[in-house]
Each structure stands twice: as C-alpha cells, then as structure tokens.
C-alpha cells in the first residue's frame, strides 16, 4: 500500500503569511494527488486535483505543486475562512489512501 | 446541481449487516465512478471501495474486503454499500463521494450518514 505522510498536523497562521502544507508519498504516484478542505460538520470539498489542478470555484490563493514524490499545497494570503482541516488523498493505486490531516487555525 | 444524498444509517449490534445507500440527481449517473469513504468520529479520512460507472471494476479497502459489497443500480441512479459482519471499527459517517469518468479525484461529497456498531 501507499503511505501518504502528512505534515504539519496542525498549523496556526495569519493573514499576511503563505500556507504550506505536505504530503510525502512512500512512492511514485504520478500526479494522481488531490486536496480536500474539511470544515467543522461538513462534508470534504475539493480543491487541487492532478497535483497542480485547480477545482472549479476554488481561490486562486490556493495552489498545489510536487517535487519528486512530496506533494505541497500552497494558501497564499490565507483568509479567515480557510480555517479546516486539509486532506491530500493517493489515487494512483487502491487502496487509495489520504494523509492523516492538517488542522489549519487562521487568525 | 448535483446532489449526494446518504441513507440507510443507525445503531446496529456486532455481527449484524446494514445496508446504505447514495441517491444522486444533477447528473447523468451512468457516467461516473462511485466510492465510499467514511471517517471515525473524531479521525480522518479513510477510503472504503470504488466502482466503475458501469461496475466492471470494484476496489475495496482490506479492512472491508470479504464483508462488505459496493454495488450500483444506474436506472435508479443509485449507489449501495452492503455492509456485513459488522465490526466496532466500522463505526463512522458514511460518504459516497463521486469520480468523474476517467478522472481519479472526488469532486461531489455527500453529506455523509453515520453507522454506529455497538451492543
């Protein structure tokens, strides 16, 4: 099976900062990375697929890129509203596997 | 608009079965992979089987394989996940989460519904 490692676990930045967070895949996955945004009650929503993808009617302040087989998500200027819990998910292979989450705080 | 919607949740005892279901609208049902993720109370996220849009191809997690059963019925634009000898772990919200045709992302989540296994 693939592992997904996740970090940070959890994240508190301001407004003014860029937002970072990583998924090391334990082999390739060629691409076959997305990022989910969960808020408190609801269901994930997609926001990168492909890796570098942006999801219809997701923020341009988000951004996802790769660089060998770890995976980054990118928040620049992050808004309060970006408060969550982030998931990147492997589809590259079943079981498709995600990474164990990063619980951003926005102040 | 496309819409997910769960059913078929509760309490149930270890060793019972349950059987959930996901009825879509919005789209043309037919042309889309199908999977189940749930997620423990208070835990991430944790893939649990996948279905071709004309169910040629069927993927479970281990921790599911032999005792639950993804299936699709395309004229009633509906996803089931038939779940069997049910297990403590298997306490969690329920998502049926869509795939687009040839594409390996979910773009459209349920609202999810919870399934709790407990005497």
């Known amino acids: 099976d693939i592992q997904m490692t996740q970090s940070p676990a959890s994240l508190s930045a301001s407004l003014e900062e860029i937002v970072t967070i990583t998924c090391k895949a334990s082999?390739?996955?060629?691409?076959?990375l997305s990022w989910y945004q969960q808020k408190p009650g609801k269901s994930p929503q997609l926001l990168i697929y492909?890796?570098?993808s942006l999801a219809d009617g997701v923020p341009s302040r988000f951004s996802g890129s790769r660089s060998g087989t770890q995976y980054s998500l990118k928040i620049s200027r992050p808004q309060v509203d970006d408060s969550g819990i982030y998931y990147c998910l492997q589809s590259y292979s079943t079981p498709f596997t995600f990474g164990s989450g990063t619980k951003l705080e926005i102040k | 608009e496309v819409q997910l919607v769960e059913s078929g949740g509760g309490l149930v005892q270890p060793g019972r079965s349950l059987k959930l279901s996901c009825l879509a609208s919005g789209f043309t049902f037919s042309n889309y992979g199908m999977n189940w993720i749930r997620q423990a109370p208070g835990k991430g996220l944790e893939w649990v089987a996948s279905i071709s849009s004309s169910s040629s191809y069927i993927y479970y997690a281990d921790t599911v394989k032999g005792r639950f059963t993804i299936s699709r019925d395309n004229a009633k634009n509906t996803l089931y996940l038939q779940m069997t000898s049910l297990r403590s772990e298997d306490t969690a919200l329920y998502y049926c989460?869509?795939?687009?045709?040839?594409?390996?992302?979910?773009?459209?989540w349920g609202q999810g519904v919870m399934v709790t296994v407990s005497s």
């Open positions: 492909d890796a570098t």
């Open positions: 082999q390739g996955i060629d691409d076959y």
């Open positions: 989460a869509r795939r687009p045709g040839g594409r390996r992302y979910f773009d459209y």
